[in-house]
């Protein structure tokens, strides 16, 4: 059967950071005085509690390792940097744009939700509907209300084989969430081995093959 809908996730699926996001953060955190190994550990904090986001972050940072930065100016420099270095994956056009006018998109991400929108938007993404959530390994909640709204089977696309792997435990088969796991030649998860089958691709754009 034909596919309902194609959803994708959005880092490392449609989009990335030209300079690794962690590192270029971890390099600017560096010359404000953060520690390498602080900010690691307030890092994962931040992305493991609900999604990383620059304002969570420094709370963190305040709050649990009482480093206090020039919250102003920080953000605004963060954003700055974060505005040279998003970039839309050159395939994403294929699933996203034009080419792809007969199927109705969404995407399904995990991260802080305010963060995650304004990558969207940044990028110039109209999806036809966008669910972020805040946990990891969480997403066969907002594609079962996919599935209500366009019927099945809708194909999702992750970079992340444990993302994948959840939507199988949560319940959802084969025949109602078509999983494709997206390994570009520069993921940053080498070693990731999925514990479910999934379609295997290195391009967006075998997935309207």
Same mark, same amino acid.
């Given at each position: 059967?034909?596919?309902?809908?194609?959803?994708?996730?959005?880092?490392?699926?449609?989009?990335?950071?030209?300079?690794?996001?962690?590192?270029?953060?971890?390099?600017?955190?560096?010359?404000?005085?953060?520690?390498?190994?602080?900010?690691?550990?307030?890092?994962?904090?931040?992305?493991?509690?609900?999604?990383?986001?620059?304002?969570?972050?420094?709370?963190?940072?305040?709050?649990?390792?009482?480093?206090?930065?020039?919250?102003?100016?920080?953000?605004?420099?963060?954003?700055?940097?974060?505005?040279?270095?998003?970039?839309?994956?050159?395939?994403?056009?294929?699933?996203?744009?034009? #080419?792809?006018?007969?199927?109705?998109?969404?995407?399904?991400?995990?991260?802080?939700?305010?963060?995650?929108?304004?990558?969207?938007?940044?990028?110039?993404?109209?999806?036809?509907?966008?669910?972020?959530?805040?946990?990891?390994? #969480?997403?066969?909640?907002?594609?079962?209300?996919?599935?209500?709204?366009?019927?099945?089977?809708?194909?999702?696309?992750?970079?992340?084989?444990?993302?994948?792997?959840?939507?199988?435990?949560?319940?959802?088969?084969?025949?109602?969430?078509?999983?494709?796991?997206?390994?570009?030649?520069?993921?940053?998860?080498?070693?990731?081995?999925?514990?479910?089958?999934?379609?295997?691709?290195?391009?967006?754009?075998?997935?309207?093959?």
């Amino acid at each position: 059967m034909k596919p309902r809908l194609l959803s994708f996730d959005l880092d490392g699926t449609l989009a990335y950071f030209n300079q690794s996001q962690y590192g270029s953060l971890a390099d600017f955190f560096a010359r404000h005085g953060v520690p390498s190994e602080t900010f690691k550990l307030a890092y994962e904090k931040t992305r493991l509690g609900g999604g990383f986001s620059p304002e969570r972050f420094l709370t963190v940072l305040a709050d649990q390792y009482a480093i206090k930065l020039e919250t102003k100016k920080v953000l605004d420099e963060v954003y700055t940097r974060l505005k040279q270095t998003l970039t839309l994956f050159p395939d994403a056009s294929s699933v996203m744009g034009p #080419s792809n006018h007969t199927r109705p998109t969404a995407i399904v991400s995990f991260g802080d939700a305010q963060f995650q929108n304004y990558k969207i938007k940044l990028l110039n993404l109209a999806p036809d509907r966008i669910y972020i959530v805040n946990a990891f390994l #969480s997403k066969a909640k907002p594609l079962r209300e996919i599935i209500t709204a366009y019927g099945a089977p809708v194909i999702h696309v992750d970079d992340s084989a444990p993302e994948l792997d959840a939507i199988r435990r949560a319940g959802l088969s084969e025949e109602e969430v078509i999983t494709y796991h997206l390994v570009r030649g520069n993921t940053p998860w080498p070693d990731e081995k999925p514990d479910f089958p999934h379609r295997r691709i290195s391009s967006l754009t075998e997935v309207l093959a």
